[in-house]
């Protein structure tokens, strides 16, 4: 067949063929230890399970891409070591937990919850030479029932950051750790941490995603689109969300995101009025599985209340139902595993998200030239690090709420 003598005069414009080859930004998805964005995350303490996990049962767990298990001993202290035994490299998954420590099944060497070696059951004297062999471990923190590790360099381990919300907690209120994923139900999201991060900056999808596309998924108050503004802090970024609301009263709602993972909602059900009443952190379990953990105080007894899909449970929904009314876990596992940041074509209404990745790639800056990244405190004096909270819901007059947060 010949070649046509003409060509046609309406060429297409925006096809899927004209797209260059797609890629994601390494600098914002890499979790992995010496990667540039795996080293800053190892410069904070993140939660990874809840201390009611740390049992005589060895637990495996994953975190920034390391496979590690957690135990806890017969004195009640718990650990958490490199899964493989650092002897011959059998995973400690099948070790037996004792009063010291945990033993290894392979040749009995028997680890405390910092790694010294204790026995060596096959060598002379049960091990004449124990202080030459050590199990990798990492430091734990027992917070409010939540367990904390840090995984970086050992000496530049920060003070744990506290927070005020959770120590000020009035009679009738108790103090929860929940790590059910809130917000992304249940298992780990089997997508980068990033995606899921940013997002706290984009309360535009709340309008959209939350209260349109789906059906009001939380409350009245919510509903409305609302006027929004960003701004930098010294820990990270925040966010203004500002509504005139029906009868009249003002809804002053601030967000914030504190460098690297921490996120600070207050409840989109509007129970109360004045600080949110949660602090959560998005883990990065690996480069492509996230789980969100949360520490709550809630009046004692209370329901934990969730996102209603036509009167179902986010589980419930069948899937056709899930591609009708899609929530935060389908907008971000619908990114994929990580997501293609060559091919966004972002706008005004993602400033927050810009704002974000800018701060981010800052402590990064930071990082390689040797100063400390933000939120962090190397005090000295204090083991403890504590946050005064601003994100909240603020109903009110304008005048009276606008600068509480």
């Given at each position: 067949m010949g070649q046509l003598s003409e060509r046609p005069v309406n060429i297409d414009v925006g096809t899927g063929y004209e797209l260059p080859e797609p890629h994601s930004?390494?600098?914002?998805?890499?979790?992995e230890r010496g990667t540039p964005a795996g080293e800053l995350l190892r410069r904070y303490w993140h939660p990874f399970a809840l201390a009611t996990d740390a049992s005589d049962v060895p637990k495996p767990v994953r975190v920034l891409g390391e496979d590690l298990i957690l135990f806890r001993d017969g004195s009640g202290r718990p650990g958490l070591v490199h899964h493989r035994c650092c002897h011959r490299g059998t995973s400690?998954?099948?070790g037996k937990v004792e009063e010291r420590g945990i033993r290894c099944c392979y040749h009995g060497w028997l680890f405390d919850i910092e790694g010294n070696t204790l026995e060596m059951p096959c060598e002379p004297d049960r091990g004449q030479h124990l202080e030459r062999y050590r199990?990798?471990?990492?430091?734990?923190?027992d917070y409010h029932g939540m367990l904390f590790t840090y995984m970086g360099p050992p000496q530049l381990k920060p003070a744990f950051p506290t927070y005020d919300i959770l120590s000020d907690v009035a009679e009738g209120w108790e103090v929860v750790a929940d790590d059910n994923n809130i917000g992304l139900h249940g298992d780990p999201t089997p997508c980068n941490w990033f995606q899921t991060h940013e997002n706290v900056m984009d309360p535009f999808h709340v309008y959209v995603l939350h209260a349109?596309?789906?059906g009001n998924q939380f409350v009245a108050e919510m509903q409305s689109l609302p006027e929004v503004s960003w701004h930098f802090t010294p820990h990270g970024v925040k966010s203004h969300q500002d509504r005139e609301l029906d009868d009249g009263r003002f809804f002053h709602r601030v967000t914030?995101?504190?460098?690297?993972?921490?996120?600070?909602?207050?409840s989109p059900f509007v129970e109360h009025?004045?600080?949110a009443t949660s602090v959560a952190w998005t883990l990065p379990i690996s480069q492509t599985e996230t789980k969100i953990f949360t520490i709550l105080k809630r009046p004692i007894g209370s329901p934990a209340r969730r996102a209603s899909y036509g009167g179902?449970?986010?589980?419930e929904l069948t899937e056709t139902e899930h591609q009708q009314m899609p929530g935060d876990y389908e907008a971000m596992v619908g990114q994929g595993p990580v997501t293609l940041h060559s091919e966004e074509r972002l706008a005004s209404s993602d400033r927050g998200v810009v704002m974000f990745r800018h701060r981010f790639r800052e402590c990064l800056e930071q990082m390689a030239a040797g100063d400390d990244p933000p939120a962090v405190s190397y005090n000295?004096?204090?083991q403890e690090a504590r946050y005064e909270v601003r994100a909240g819901n603020y109903i009110g007059d304008r005048d009276e709420v606008i600068n509480r947060g």
């Open positions: 930004a390494p600098d914002l998805v890499e979790v400690l998954y099948y199990q990798p471990w990492y430091p734990l923190v349109g596309f789906s914030e995101v504190l460098m690297p993972n921490v996120r600070i909602v207050a009025e004045g600080q179902k449970r986010w589980e000295a004096q204090v």
